[in-house]
T-cell receptor, first 112, second 113 residues
Framework: DSGVTQTPKHLITATGQRVTLRCSPR?????VYWYQQSLDQGLQFLIQ???????AKGNILERFSAQQFPDLHSELNLSSLELGDSALYFC???????????FGQGTRLTVV | DQQVKQNSPSLSVQEGRISILNCDYT??????FLWYKKYPAEGPTFLIS?????DKNEDGRFTVFLNKSAKHLSLHIVPSQPGDSAVYFC????????????FGQGTTLQVKP
């Protein structure tokens, strides 16, 4: 158990819809990262928050947004969903800086 | 632009033998590398890391080697066990020091009993 909790584990939704993925980081970790893993691909960095502030941004679509709340949990919002958004979405947390990140079990999103 | 590459999608070895997983990178600014292991339906779990000030780091059965001039690293597992069967991801920490990781595509290791 990494200490990072993601909900829900599975999500099936229709094209055009909006969903919210939730992540609770390990106790004490200030950094939260979101990654996307499409079929047979590596993990692609989407966005990072550190203590409530956006810290780094990857190739995140404009239809996607995220935030980190005062209790440090984070949400990733995906809107106007397309079939190609079907993927595993992982959240990770770390104390910040150059150290290993701990990953949650992921949310498998299926857009139909 | 794939900055971290794992050119072997899969590897099969016999139990008790050595497994060698390879990783290449293109950005000479990378100076901290990590290996993660991933089982199906689970998130990646951290395995071992190496800083560019070293050329080797060892943790039990796992050893990572770094060749900076070749921009190449490898993970050695000795001896390999069936429980090591998983997908292994190589990652580089972004030089901006945010902690963002840049991953390779992964190598699926199968260890046969």
């Amino acid at each position: 158990d990494s200490g990072v909790t993601q909900t829900p584990k599975h999500l099936i939704t229709a094209t055009g819809q909006r969903v919210t993925l939730r992540c609770s980081p390990r106790s004490g970790d200030l950094s939260v990262y979101w990654y996307q893993q499409s079929l047979d691909q590596g993990l692609q960095f989407l966005i990072q928050y550190y203590n409530g502030e956006e810290r780094a941004k990857g190739n995140i679509l404009e239809r996607f947004s995220a935030q980190q709340f005062p209790d440090l949990h984070s949400e990733l919002n995906l809107s106007s969903l397309e079939l190609g958004d079907s993927a595993l979405y992982f959240c990770a947390s770390s104390p910040g800086g150059r150290t290993e990140a701990f990953f949650g079990q992921g949310t498998r999103l299926t857009v139909v | 632009d794939q900055q971290v590459k794992q050119n072997s999608p899969s590897l099969s070895v016999q139990e008790g033998r050595i497994s060698i997983l390879n990783c290449d990178y293109t950005n000479s600014m990378f100076d901290y590398f990590l290996w993660y292991k991933k089982y199906p339906a689970e998130g990646p779990t951290f395995l071992i890391s190496i800083s560019s000030i070293k050329d080797k780091n060892e943790d039990g059965r796992f050893t990572v080697f770094l060749n900076k001039s070749a921009k190449h690293l490898s993970l050695h597992i000795v001896p390999s066990q069936p429980g090591d069967s998983a997908v292994y991801f190589c990652a580089a920490s972004d030089p901006s020091n945010t902690g963002k990781l840049i991953f390779g595509q992964g190598t699926t290791l199968q260890v046969k009993p």
